[in-house]
């Protein structure tokens, strides 16, 4: 299997997870949120929604990608007809998903990024461990809602 057949299942996989939000209003909303880690943009989206999507990135701060792939094909990962414009909102997959994608040296930046995003997300979750496992034991008590 090609790199660019990979990359497409990454995103029907973040879709079918739950990890992906695709369409202009629902992609805006994750920004605003601040849930969206990657923003992923069709080859061949039109000016208007690459105007839309620059707006969304600087409202919410995730990084912001033009993928080798059209509208149609995006649309047929995706389970849908076309799709110009899509959203990762867990930061392990998106970093997956930039990997796979043909010449991933070019997103050096992005890469790099996103490796720093997923190390602080698996800091985080092992000090959470460690602080349950210090409630069961006794050692510490439960923080206060």
Do not use: W
Not at 38 to 43: E, G, I, K, N
Not at 58 to 73: A, T
């Amino acid at each position: 299997m090609d790199n660019h057949q990979r990359a497409l299942q990454y995103l029907g996989l973040a879709r079918r997870g739950g990890n992906l939000v695709y369409g202009e209003e629902t992609v805006g909303a994750a920004c605003r949120s601040g849930h969206a880690r990657l923003l992923v943009l069709a080859r061949d989206a039109a000016d208007h929604t690459y105007r839309r999507a620059r707006s969304f990135t600087q409202s919410g701060k995730p990084p912001m990608i033009r993928v080798p792939f059209s509208k149609d094909e995006t649309g047929a990962a995706l389970g849908c007809s076309v799709c110009a414009m899509a959203a990762f909102t867990d930061v392990a997959l998106a970093l997956a998903f930039v990997q796979a994608l043909e010449e991933p040296e070019h997103y050096g930046q992005l890469l790099q990024t996103l490796e720093d995003q997923v190390a602080r997300v698996k800091k985080r979750r092992q000090e959470e461990k460690a602080h349950q496992k210090n409630i069961r034991q006794g050692k510490k008590k439960p923080a206060k809602p």
